[in-house]
């Protein structure tokens, strides 16, 4: 029991961890495409003006947001397994039966060596 125990907690410290990290990366990365966004805005509005950037952005922002919504929306099912051929079986025979049929089989080997072959 104590086996089981402490492997629960440690899959509980690694969850918990990755799911921090996750949290962590997330933030990074919105902060980052904020910085981004702000810049583009920047560029845009300096050659042309600043209602020309807000729709550059709002249309960037709309493609991407419809393009992770329709990501999202795929429906994955999982393919169905390929059945495996498997050798065809044979039934399973008596060891005594098996060792008679490999003398037998022997027997007609040393039978067939010894005749001359015309």
């Known amino acids: 029991m104590a ?3 402490s492997d629960m907690r440690r899959r509980a410290r690694a969850t918990a961890r990755a ?3 996750s949290a962590i990366g997330v933030i ?3 902060t980052g495409l904020g910085f981004l966004t702000v810049a583009l805005w920047i560029l845009i509005a300096t050659y ?8 550059v952005i709002g ?3 709309l493609f991407l947001g419809v393009c992770f919504l329709a990501l999202g929306g795929q429906k994955s099912e999982p393919r169905p397994a390929e ?9 399973a025979k008596d060891p005594i ?10 027997l007609q080997a040393g039978r067939s060596a010894r005749r001359p072959r015309s």
């Open 83 to 91: 059945p495996v051929e498997s050798p065809p079986q044979t039934p």
């Open 97 to 106: 039966l098996q060792v008679a049929e490999a003398f037998a089989v022997g």
């Open 48 to 55: 042309e003006s600043p209602l020309v950037a807000h729709a």
């Open 3 to 5: 086996g089981f125990l």
């Open 28 to 30: 990074f990365a919105l």
């Open 19 to 21: 799911a921090a990290f």
């Open 59 to 61: 249309a960037l922002y």
